[in-house]
């Protein structure tokens, strides 16, 4: 079996949940080996291993530490050839599919962004991702010989499969043209204590249907421990920053729960939300799209209905 780099996003509070979804998928296609970006903190390569991955390998160049993509591609390219990778895995984010995109360049591979299955097939590395919206569902196969996928998160639930992970510091030559920018500063966003949008389990997004008052919203997405999105219209009313627009033009999510609150349902809308497992409209218009997409369906206010429900949540 060849190997397959997982590029892991590991830092002081552990492995993020995608990584460990991308062993999961990884190991159905060989052997994963994680790549990490600096020093692993405490614990990271035991939880590595207990995902699967065969080899952990660090890389610590400050420039990789940055977090641009043109080195971190530059990196990973070296680590493949060396390995003889068949398949470079990443999770879908806007900075990772910059690095895939550069990554695939280098290596002359295929490149397959957004997938939400990926499988070892007749021919190679079979895919499947939505596109064009939403409105296709695609299964494609790669035919050169190496594949860089970046896969959207909550794509596959995360099994464990403990090896003991080899661990090796790795020496990458970064060339000039690859470092020819350099972040001179960066400020954290702050911390809502809410999780990641991509990564979250459940999101619960509010549109044009809070009239700017999101308070329902956020108030059933704490009780939920959910991360909260929007929608389109509710951004360009400056009522959530747009860094939570989901769709089109936003982010594109794939919770286990997703609950549209005052939403109609708008294609561009639906194709940032639609490969949820499971959706949840609250609309006071019967006929509004997004009930034909949605598991359950509740007509109301909702300002009446997700109060309600919040109250129910925290009782229990
Ligand atoms: P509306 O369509 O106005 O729907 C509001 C809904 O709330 C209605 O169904 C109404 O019945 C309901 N409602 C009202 N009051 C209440 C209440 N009190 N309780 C319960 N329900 C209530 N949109 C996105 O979301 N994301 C994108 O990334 C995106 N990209 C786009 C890209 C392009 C190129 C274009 C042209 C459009 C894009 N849009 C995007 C916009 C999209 O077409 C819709 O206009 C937008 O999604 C509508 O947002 P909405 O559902 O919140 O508002």
């Known amino acids: 079996m060849g190997s397959v780099i997982v590029l892991a996003e590991a830092g002081e509070q552990g492995v993020s949940k995608p990584t460990l979804e991308l062993l999961t998928l990884a190991r159905r296609l060989g052997e994963p080996v994680a790549v990490v970006v600096g020093e692993p903190a405490g614990g990271v390569v035991e939880t590595l291993g207990r995902y699967g991955a065969t080899a952990v390998l660090t890389a610590a160049e400050p420039a990789l530490q940055e977090g641009l993509p043109a080195p971190r591609a530059e990196a990973l390219a070296q680590l493949a050839g060396d390995r003889q ?6 999770t879908s984010t806007p900075d990772a599919k910059d690095v895939a995109g550069r990554l695939a360049v280098r290596l002359t591979a295929a490149l397959v962004t957004d ?9 190679g590395v079979v895919t499947r991702q939505s596109v064009f ?8 196969a790669s035919t050169a010989d190496v594949a860089v996928v970046t896969v959207k998160p909550n794509s596959v639930e995360a099994e464990e499969a403990p090896v003991e992970p080899a661990v090796e510091t790795v020496q990458v030559t970064l060339s000039e043209t690859s470092t020819a920018v350099r972040v001179l500063e960066s ?11 991509t990564e979250a389990a459940i999101v619960v997004s509010g549109g044009r249907g809070t009239g700017g008052d999101f308070a329902a919203v956020e108030a059933f997405a704490d009780a939920l421990g959910a991360a909260v999105g929007a929608s389109r219209a509710a951004v ?30 708008a294609i561009q809308h639906r194709a940032g939300m639609q490969t949820s497992r499971a959706v949840v409209a609250v609309n006071k218009d019967p006929e509004a799209p997004i009930f034909e997409m949605a598991d359950l369906g509740v007509v109301g206010d909702l300002h009446t209905v997700l109060p309600a429900v919040t109250e129910q949540l925290r009782d229990a």
């Open 133 to 140: 919206a939403g409105s296709w569902t695609v299964e494609a």
């Open 85 to 90: 990778a068949s398949v470079v895995l990443l």
């Open 236 to 265: 360009d009313s400056g009522w959530y920053p747009h860094a939570y627009q989901i769709g089109q033009t936003g982010k594109t999510v794939s919770p286990q729960l997703y609950v549209a609150a005052g939403i109609s349902g």
């Open 187 to 197: 400020s954290p966003k702050a911390a809502t204590g809410r999780p990641e949008l």
């Open 115 to 123: 997938a939400t299955d990926v499988r070892s097939g007749e021919g």
